[in-house]
């Protein structure tokens, strides 16, 4: 049958002003680091996008003083409603710039416009739409522990340390809470995605958020370690993998240092006989292709149920051969570039271990660009679940297809990991999916569904998928003191 052709759909990039260099943010001052800098690419094409500044143990420290001297002097002491305008204000902004934020967002990370538009931007004004909204009503949240009207405290100065893949949204999941409870922060970002942070960072300034309440520190994992070790930090907020997890677990037992730890995940996706199939496939792409896998709640193991396996995966690749893998810019585009060189080294070296393993690989027919870091999407069926690609996070466009006969076998499937962030039910039975959500062993579980986001809704994990949940009325809890 022949296809529709798409005329290329580019968004403009005139939108960003791109600097040459940046610096750090300290004290609500752009400062040189003490060292070095690094070169943030555009993982669509290699071009070198800035230069960064690396932060220093020193740095950090002045980053973590300026945080605690505006906790002090002024954030501490403002009441809830006057907190909630700056909220309320970078909300704002947030929505104003979020063309110019989507797609210096696209640039740097390498996620198809249409995401960082409609997906990444959106989420984060609600972000902070949603924490405005409860900074003056902190005493009636019903935060556990807390008797109602009793005024919650705040930790003091949070550091926090967030990863490539949403690296906008994932800092307006840290932010927004810790400073609606009235902590100040310094906040680290990935290595390979800080230009939206730095562009963060300039709309504090516009809406004349105190100098101080936010710090943006840049750096590498040496960086990010130096935040976690500073004595002068009351709480680690941290999102990435489970092995530097570990690492700063080791490094805060013991210490009087709060932390949440949002960590990896091998998420199953379930689908029973009776599921509407054309809709769970959809929610199959949506789930492990959706921002090129690069999702710790990817649904990145699927468990399908036997009688309807060899269906499932036929439709499944049918409806891959019309996702169109490209420039990130263009906005037809469904899968983008992936973040980086050693990611896409990463994702081969496990797309081979299946190979090695005896699994059989099925790639989706799609002309990958010459420059930048592509990984076509990727299915692998007859998947034992001691496969390495069965067991280990891939964060990359590549699903796992396993089977099973009943409930109770894709249950013990589902929960064989030592992961526990999400999991998704494809059945039209009801007392079906109470009856999975019940024994899933996963933080999030979604009916019908699969990777929906909403500020309202806590979101965490068990096991090595970390400890401590953000967004809702628990997201907030993490960032005031028990009682
Ligand atoms: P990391 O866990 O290394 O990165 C997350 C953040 O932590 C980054 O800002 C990183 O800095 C920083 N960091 C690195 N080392 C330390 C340290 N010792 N102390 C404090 N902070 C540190 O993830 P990677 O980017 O290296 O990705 C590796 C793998 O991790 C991926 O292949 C994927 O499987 C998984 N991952 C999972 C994520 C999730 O949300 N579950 C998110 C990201 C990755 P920098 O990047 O600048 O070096």
């Known amino acids: 049958m022949p296809g529709f052709e798409y005329a290329p759909a580019p968004e403009s990039r005139d939108v960003v002003d791109v600097r040459g260099s940046y610096g750090l943010y300290v004290g609500g001052e752009f400062v040189d680091g003490g060292a070095g800098s690094l070169k943030t690419v555009n993982p669509a094409t290699e ?6 500044a690396v932060a220093s143990a020193d740095d950090v420290d002045r980053a973590v003083r300026a945080a605690r001297k505006a906790y002090e002097k002024t954030w501490s002491r403002l009441p809830g409603a006057e907190r909630a305008k700056y909220l309320f204000r970078i909300a704002r902004i947030v929505q104003e710039r979020a063309r110019e934020l989507a797609v210096l967002e696209t640039l740097d990370n390498g ?6 538009r409609d997906v990444d931007v959106p989420l984060v004004a609600a972000h902070f739409f949603y924490h405005a909204g409860w900074a003056d009503k902190l005493e009636w949240a019903g935060l556990p522990g807390r008797a109602p009207g009793a005024t919650p405290r705040p930790h003091g100065v949070v550091g926090q340390v967030i990863p490539w893949n949403f690296p906008l949204l994932m800092l307006a999941w840290k932010v927004a809470p810790a400073l609606a409870t009235g902590n100040t922060v310094v906040l680290k970002p990935a290595e390979t995605t800080p230009l939206t942070a730095l562009l963060f960072a300039e709309i504090c300034e516009q809406a004349g958020l105190p100098p101080g309440v936010v710090n943006i520190v840049t750096g590498a994992g040496e960086t990010g370690a130096a935040l976690v070790r500073h004595p002068g930090v009351d709480k680690i907020a941290f999102t990435g993998s489970t092995d530097v997890g570990r690492q700063i677990a080791k490094t805060l037992a013991g210490t009087r240092v709060k932390a949440t730890l949002e960590l990896g995940g091998k998420a199953a996706n379930i689908v029973f006989d009776d599921a509407a199939l054309d809709q769970a496939v959809e929610g199959i792409v949506n789930g492990i292709f959706f921002n090129q896998g690069h999702v710790c709640c990817a649904g990145s193991r699927l468990l399908v149920q036997e009688s309807v396996a060899e269906e499932v995966v036929t439709r499944l690749q049918r409806r891959l051969t019309t996702l169109r893998v490209g420039d990130p810019m263009d906005k037809n585009t469904d899968v983008g570039a992936v973040n980086s060189r050693a990611q896409l080294e990463r994702i081969t070296e496990l797309a081979d271990s299946g190979d090695a393993e005896g699994a059989h690989r099925w790639t989706a027919p799609c002309e990958l660009p010459d420059q930048g870091f592509w990984f076509a999407p990727t299915v692998f069926t007859d998947v034992a679940p ?5 067991r280990e996070e891939i964060f990359g466009p590549v699903l796992s297809v396993m089977t099973f006969r009943t409930p109770d076998e894709a249950l013990t499937k589902a929960n064989t990991t030592p992961y526990g962030l999400s999991a998704g039910i494809w059945t039209e039975k009801g007392s079906r999916i ?19 986001f909403d500020p309202t809704s806590p979101f965490g994990g068990y096991k090595e998928s970390g400890y401590g949940r953000e967004g809702g009325r628990h997201g907030l809890a993490a960032y005031v003191k028990e009682a």
Not at 47 to 52: D, I, N, S, T, Y
Not at 386 to 390: D, G
């Open 47 to 52: 071009e070198v996008l800035a230069e960064v």
């Open 111 to 116: 996620k198809p416009i249409k995401e960082s």
């Open 434 to 452: 109470l009856w999975m959500a019940d024994r899933l062993r996963a933080g999030v579980v979604w009916a019908n569904t699969f990777n929906r």
């Open 386 to 390: 001691a496969h390495r690609i069965a």
